[in-house]
């Protein structure tokens, strides 16, 4: 299960990189209560927010949760607590202590660092690491706001929230419908300066409109051809051609002339000469030997 859980948070934060435009290091605000649960449980701040957000990230703290934080400092384990906080970002919200004796809480704190002007929309492109269910509540209307928070020691990243899917989805659309846009308006637009070339290259301007209509036309009925068909292609027309046969003379020039063409030579074998030495001695033998004639026959 936790390899299932990592691999859907690192598809859900590449999600948000293409929709919304995160990028590394992720700017990840955090509340007091989220870095006293940290502490809480023995875990490493930012060491547990890479591994969940798959990437480096930059904690950062307001002005307001750090205060809060120096206001328990009595009270039992807050020191490691305030000293975490220290190692993170300091991110100003604008709320002093002269203006604000006391911290603001972490609602409005945080909508004021990510959503000042109510637009709905997460402009610097903040990560929310809290444990205020009010608050993620309230975040879940902001498009593309990734929020995590501790449960049970264990650090979850929230799904994608209904405005967020929605922009996403739409932006999908946007990018599939520019995809299928044919470049017809950059054809025109060339074909239409070769018709004002030819128009200025001839001396009257109506021949030149022809000339730009007569593109104009071909060029359409020319893409038509060109439009692919879909369905079952048909054979391979070299593979459906009939054998060719022998051409015969058809005139009677060619005819004689084939008839009084020389025949071609025979190519004769020429013996070896071992051979023929061995033939030689044997047919010499034969016939020049001397005929013997008994001395009884001569007389």
Same mark, same amino acid.
Not at 6 to 9: A, F, I, L, P, R
Not at 183 to 201: H, L, M, N, Q, V
């Given at each position: 299960m936790r390899g299932k859980r990592?691999?859907?948070?690192r598809k859900l934060m590449e999600r948000y990189c293409m929709t919304f435009g995160f990028r590394e290091p992720y700017q990840v605000l955090v509340d007091a209560e989220m870095v006293q649960d940290s502490c809480r449980f023995k875990m490493e701040l930012e060491p547990a927010l890479q591994r969940t957000a798959h990437g480096k990230v930059k904690p950062m703290i307001t002005q307001c949760e750090i205060r809060k934080l120096y206001a328990k400092k009595n009270e039992p384990g807050i020191n490691e607590a305030i000293e975490v906080a220290k190692s993170c970002e300091r991110r100003r919200c604008g709320h002093h202590p002269d203006e604000y004796p006391e911290p603001l809480s972490t609602l409005e704190c945080f909508q004021s660092v990510i959503d000042p002007k109510d637009t709905g929309e997460n402009?610097? =492109?903040?990560?929310?690491?809290?444990?205020?269910? !009010?608050?993620? #509540? /309230?975040?879940?209307?902001?498009?593309?706001v990734p929020l995590i928070y501790i449960k049970r020691s264990v650090m979850i990243l929230e799904p994608m929230s209904d405005e967020s899917v929605q922009i996403r989805a739409r932006e999908e659309r946007k990018k599939? =419908?520019?995809?299928?846009?044919? /470049?017809?308006?950059? #054809?025109?637009?060339?074909?239409? !300066?070769?018709?004002?070339?030819?128009?200025?290259?001839?001396p009257g301007g109506e021949g030149g409109d022809e000339t730009a209509s007569g593109i104009n036309g071909s060029s359409a009925e020319a893409a038509r051809k060109k439009k692919k068909r879909h369905g079952p292609k048909g054979p391979n027309p070299l593979s459906v051609q009939k054998?060719?046969?022998?051409?015969?003379?058809?005139?009677? !020039? !060619?005819? /004689?002339r084939d008839a009084e063409a020389p025949a071609k030579r025979k190519r004769q074998r020429k013996a070896k000469p071992s051979e023929a030495s061995a033939s030689t001695d044997h047919d010499g033998g034969d016939r020049g030997a001397p005929t013997a004639v008994s001395a009884g026959g001569e007389s």
């Open positions: 990592s691999k859907q948070y402009k610097h =492109r903040y990560v929310v690491a809290s444990q205020n269910h !009010e608050l993620r #509540r /309230t975040l879940r209307g902001v498009r593309g599939f =419908r520019a995809g299928l846009k044919p /470049t017809i308006g950059k #054809r025109k637009r060339e074909e239409k !300066e070769d018709g004002e070339d030819d128009a200025a290259g001839n054998a060719k046969k022998k051409s015969q003379p058809s005139t009677k !020039e !060619e005819q /004689t």
